[in-house]
């Protein structure tokens, strides 16, 4: 049996930053970049269907390649690059 991938150790849980607007056009979160489906499906996602959104939500410019969001960076929630100790 395959084992899922190991998220890294910085990757949270979602990438929600609970600023939850849909555009209507696209489906498209505005907050964390994430389509409805994938809203939806991500509690029941394994580690290796979530990696492309993630690394998708990357190269979107949604997250920080360190997983960290870049609206918790601008709010001091964490430094820049990794998660304040907490």
Do not use: N
């Not at 994430?34 to 269907?49: Q, Y």
């Not at 990357?58 to 997250?63: Q, S």
Request: with cysteine; net charge negative; hydrophobic share 30%.
């Amino acid at each position: 049996m395959t084992k899922d991938a190991t998220p890294p150790a910085q990757r949270p849980l979602s990438p929600c930053i609970q600023i939850c607007q849909i555009e209507p056009t696209t489906s498209v979160c505005e907050g964390c970049g994430r389509t409805l489906d994938e809203i939806a499906l991500w509690g029941s996602m394994t580690e290796a269907e979530k990696t492309p959104v993630w690394e998708r939500l990357v190269a979107e410019g949604h997250v920080s390649k360190d997983y960290v969001s870049k609206d918790h960076v601008s709010k001091g929630y964490v430094s820049k690059g990794r998660a304040s100790g907490g």
